[in-house]
């Protein structure tokens, strides 16, 4: 079956890197996504990384995935206070016509 | 790139009238679009996918007479609520997709309904 679960909540300091974690049940997922949702907003797609791979760097971003233990983070590193947001992770099913199936949204709170 | 769009971000209505949101892709063709409901602090629903010239696919449990969804162009889906009411009040999200590549969803900004 389909369940992605996250954190609820993370609290980091400014400068400081962030490691958001995610797990996923379902070990056919083609793409792993990371979205960002500020507050009253839609999701803004920050970075996404294909099965196949185990790490994806992005600028300040840094995706991990551990396929054996189906595990998928995103380290944000200098952390800014406008990374203050809610972060998705999600995947996408090729089986499930490539539906997403979304976590539960880690919020983040970045303190000056 | 890969811009969605959203119209209206936010509507009031009264209970027993329908309502319609737009969502359009503004740089690319979608031949795929997502409807998601979204309550407080809660992670995305998905309501029903929706493909150029057919029918919609709705998710177990999201009533297709409630929820009209009409994807009538490679860049417009629009999704009605009919006869709402204040259950109904939720912040409703699209996403297109873009095939040009890979299958990344890009998601709109958002409808708030409040239905009184």
């Known amino acids: 079956g389909e369940d992605v679960e996250q954190s609820l909540f993370l609290s980091v300091r400014e400068g400081d890197s962030s490691v958001i974690n995610c797990t996923y049940t379902d070990s056919s997922s083609t793409y792993l996504y990371w979205y960002k949702q500020e507050p009253g907003a839609g999701l803004q797609l920050l970075t996404y990384i294909f099965s196949n791979m185990d790490m994806k760097q992005d600028q300040r971003l840094t995706v991990l995935l551990n396929k054996k233990d189906k595990h998928l983070s995103l380290r944000i590193a200098d952390t800014q206070t406008g990374d203050s947001a809610i972060y998705f992770c999600?995947?996408?099913?090729?089986?499930?016509?490539?539906?997403?199936?979304f976590g539960g949204g880690t919020r983040v709170l970045v303190k000056p | 790139g890969a811009v969605v769009s959203q119209h209206p971000s936010w509507v009031i209505c009264k209970s027993g009238t329908s309502v319609k949101i737009e969502c359009r892709s503004l740089d690319f063709q979608a031949t795929t679009m997502f409807w998601y409901r979204q309550f407080p602090k809660q992670s995305l629903m998905l309501m029903a996918t929706s493909n150029e010239g057919s029918k919609a696919t709705y998710e177990q449990g999201v009533e297709k007479d409630k929820f009209l969804i009409n994807h009538a162009s490679l860049t417009l889906s629009t999704l009605t609520v009919t006869s709402a009411h204040p259950e109904d009040s939720s912040f409703y999200i699209c996403s297109a997709r873009d095939w040009s590549g890979q299958e990344t969803q890009y998601f709109g900004p958002g409808t708030r309904l409040l239905v009184l």
């Open positions: 999600a995947e996408s099913l090729r089986a499930a016509g490539n539906k997403l199936t």
